[in-house]
């Protein structure tokens, strides 16, 4: 402590506060007691020749005195002087005493005093800045609320007259500012101005070396500054005294700059001031960031709003083919064996739409949805479909297919009508936008849709997709359902396409396999009936490998010519594919389809046939096949599957 600023005078005509000296030995009776920390007795100041300065106060009558230190913990707090005047009683060593008793206590009670503003000021700080940021992250859409903001309570937290906020702008190496203080009020509000924006150099001004630093500055006069840049007092006729510039910095970089200009009750700002702005620095740095992540987030946002607008132009059917679908919504004839198992698209391309709503209305009846509407659905998921060799709108088809014969043959014994619509609606939209790419493939190559859904990737895409038609105008063939009978349709359409993950597929067989097993298989028990959807899923999903076997081998054949689009994409990016994908490997397709036959697609249709009888001709089917694979493999019949010949030929890798 270099001095005594002033003094609290107790007389008969009241209280006087006066300045005093410096603290040190020789010069005053109190300055000497603060200098040494002791308490003094002095029984006559005019005799004692260590006080050359006496009490200080010219023309004072005192002439014994007692000066002792006030101590809190190791800091000086103050020096309590007590003198008599002349013609007194002179104070002596039992005065002395008494007086250090009394003053211990006054430095406990003014300790305490110290203790309790402190922590008045800290909750008070606490509330402040709770209260800021309430305001802060509730106004974080845009920059220019939350400037307004930052700047107006940092004016009350350090009680500045003025305040503004610079912004760095990295890329162009400048501060800029839109915002400006110019003293108006409203109500006793303070109102930012919005003007025009003010530029300038990184290089230039105290706001400049601040964002090149990261130092704070506190200046008592800025016109005395050589750093102080008077453009912007000349630009807004503002006179700047005292400054107080902090920097807001956020991951170790200066983003913004705060400007307190003219302390209001005093010459300069204090350290308190601050202290206190460093805390609230922290907040403007998070909010700046949060603000800035928005902005970005919002940019995003509105660029994704444009693409599935442009997307949704671009795969929804045009109403001329809707049109025309109305007219003529049946085909003029219905396929052989279309109501078996065994009927294979492949010749009917061209109708499949309106065998679609033939299906549909065989089922459920013809007013079970509305026409237009039910149309422009089918044909738009028609264009949902990529051209790839297997994943594509017939073998979507396929599987919708393989479902309306499960559910005629059912005859609404097992399942509700809601069940059944949820059922093949998933199916006909189970493989929506494939790309002709298994999930692991997303996963290894860090593609976007990976990143979008941790399990089930694509499945979860399909999905997404089916929802974004059906919300598309007028086709919502649920239209009609109310809100909670909506959300539980989608429900259910969810877990149907998702149960075609193979991934999952395994556990929910093992587990309707033990339940069928141990006899206590109930299809009135949800738990068991959503297993048996699940494997109903899967069994239709794979339903090529029930086929006649010309259908069969001209399946494989496609689901191979994408296994090794695939394995030539991974080679490209430097990974391994898996054997099957490997075209190096295609004179092991046989013994592939063995495997893949034996552990997968037997054991699902012979335990889906445990609870759906109904579909025991996709054991018969499947077994056929794998007997036909195991003749080949053994060498018999080769002219069912001739290696040469097939559309799987070897392709020269980019």
């Known amino acids: 402590m270099e001095s005594l600023l002033s003094w609290l005078q107790l007389e008969e005509n009241g209280a006087q506060i006066k300045a005093c000296g410096q603290i040190r030995q020789g010069t005053t009776v109190s300055s000497h007691a603060?200098?040494?920390?002791?308490?003094?007795?002095?029984?006559?100041?005019?005799?004692?020749?260590?006080?050359?300065?006496?009490?200080?106060?010219?023309?004072?009558?005192?002439?014994?005195?007692?000066?002792?230190?006030?101590?809190?913990?190791e800091d000086l707090i103050a020096i309590i002087e007590l003198n008599r005047v002349w013609e007194s009683p002179l104070f002596n060593d039992k005065d002395l005493q008494m007086a250090v008793t009394l003053v211990s206590w006054v430095g406990v009670a003014m300790n305490q005093c110290q203790i309790n503003a402190t922590l008045t000021k800290q909750t008070e700080l606490n509330d402040f800045l709770l209260e800021v940021s309430r305001v802060i992250f509730d106004e974080i859409q845009t920059t220019e609320t939350l400037v307004e903001n930052i700047m107006k309570f940092t004016k009350s937290l350090v009680n500045a007259d003025r305040s503004a906020l610079f912004l760095v702008d990295s890329e162009k190496n400048e501060l800029c500012a839109e915002l400006f203080d110019e003293g108006k009020q409203e109500n006793g509000v303070t109102v930012f101005t919005q003007k025009q924006e003010i530029r300038f150099s990184i290089d230039k001004g105290i706001a400049g070396h601040v964002a090149r630093t990261g130092e704070l500055v506190n200046i008592l006069d800025a016109y005395k500054d050589s750093r102080f840049n008077r453009e912007i007092d000349k630009r807004t006729g503002y006179k700047t005294h005292s400054l107080l510039c902090m920097p807001v910095i956020n991951k170790s970089k200066v983003i913004g700059v705060v400007q307190m200009l003219n302390k209001k009750g005093g010459d300069s700002f204090t350290k308190a001031d601050e202290s206190s702005f460093k805390t609230f620095a922290v907040y403007c740095a998070l909010a700046l960031h949060c603000s800035k992540m928005f902005r970005k987030l919002q940019h995003k946002h509105?660029?994704?709003?444009?693409?599935?607008?442009?997307?949704?132009?671009?795969?929804?059917?045009?109403?001329?083919?809707?049109?025309?679908?109305?007219?003529?919504?049946?085909?003029?004839?219905?396929?052989?064996?279309?109501?078996?198992?065994?009927?294979?698209?492949?010749?009917?391309?061209?109708?499949?739409?309106?065998?679609?709503?033939?299906?549909?209305?065989?089922?459920?009846?013809?007013?079970?949805?509305?026409?237009?509407?039910?149309?422009?659905?089918?044909?738009?998921?028609?264009?949902?479909?990529?051209?790839?060799?297997?994943?594509?709108?017939?073998?979507?088809?396929?599987?919708?297919?393989?479902?309306?014969?499960?559910?005629?043959?059912?005859?609404?014994?097992?399942?509700?009508?809601?069940?059944?619509?949820?059922?093949?609606?998933?199916?006909i939209c189970h493989d929506l936008d494939h790309r002709g790419y298994n999930n692991a493939f997303f996963q290894k190559c860090q593609e976007p849709l990976a990143a979008l859904y941790s399990t089930s990737v694509m499945e979860q895409h399909h999905f997404r997709l089916a929802v974004k038609i059906l919300q598309d105008e007028d086709h919502n063939i649920f239209c009609h359902l109310t809100s909670a009978e909506y959300k539980e349709m989608l429900d259910q359409i969810r877990d149907a396409i998702i149960a075609t993950d193979l991934a999952i597929f395994f556990g929910r067989k093992a587990a309707l396999g033990e339940v069928l097993n141990s006899g206590t298989f109930d299809i009135e028990i949800k738990e068991h009936r959503d297993l048996v959807k699940s494997l109903l899923m899967t069994a239709c999903d794979l339903c090529a490998i029930t086929k006649p076997w010309y259908a069969q081998m001209e399946t494989a054949e496609l689901?191979?010519?994408?296994?090794?689009?695939?394995?030539?994409?991974?080679?490209?990016?430097?990974?391994?594919?898996?054997?099957?994908?490997?075209?190096?490997?295609?004179?092991?397709?046989?013994?592939?389809?063995?495997?893949?036959?034996?552990?997968?697609?037997?054991?699902?249709?012979?335990?889906?046939?445990?609870?759906?009888?109904?579909?025991?001709?996709?054991?018969?089917?499947?077994?056929?096949?794998?007997?036909?694979?195991?003749?080949?493999?053994?060498?018999?019949?080769?002219?069912?599957?001739?290696?040469?010949?097939?559309?799987?030929?070897?392709?020269?890798?980019?």
């Not at 609870?611 to 195991?630: F, I, K, Y």
Request: proline share 5%.
């Open 34 to 73: 603060a200098a040494t920390r002791q308490a003094i007795l002095v029984r006559d100041v005019v005799m004692d020749d260590r006080f050359s300065q006496g009490t200080g106060v010219p023309g004072g009558r005192a002439q014994s005195l007692l000066a002792i230190p006030v101590i809190s913990g």
């Open 302 to 427: 509105n660029l994704l709003e444009v693409a599935m607008e442009m997307l949704s132009y671009y795969t929804r059917c045009p109403e001329e083919d809707c049109a025309k679908l109305v007219n003529m919504y049946y085909p003029t004839t219905i396929p052989e064996m279309f109501d078996t198992y065994d009927f294979y698209s492949k010749e009917y391309e061209a109708i499949l739409p309106q065998l679609f709503i033939f299906m549909i209305h065989n089922l459920f009846g013809q007013n079970c949805y509305d026409l237009a509407t039910l149309c422009r659905f089918i044909l738009t998921v028609r264009q949902g479909y990529r051209n790839v060799a297997y994943h594509n709108w017939k073998h979507g088809f396929t599987v919708a297919h393989c479902m309306y014969v499960v559910l005629q043959k059912l005859n609404g014994t097992v399942f509700s009508t809601r069940e059944s619509q949820a059922l093949i609606i998933a199916a």
């Open 559 to 654: 689901i191979y010519e994408e296994f090794y689009y695939q394995g030539d994409e991974e080679k490209r990016q430097g990974i391994e594919p898996l054997p099957m994908m490997d075209r190096n490997n295609k004179d092991d397709i046989p013994k592939q389809q063995i495997g893949f036959v034996t552990f997968v697609c037997l054991p699902c249709y012979e335990t889906l046939a445990k609870a759906l009888p109904v579909t025991s001709p996709l054991v018969d089917g499947c077994r056929e096949n794998l007997l036909n694979w195991q003749k080949i493999m053994a060498g018999k019949e080769v002219n069912l599957w001739q290696v040469g010949s097939s559309r799987v030929k070897d392709l020269e890798t980019k």
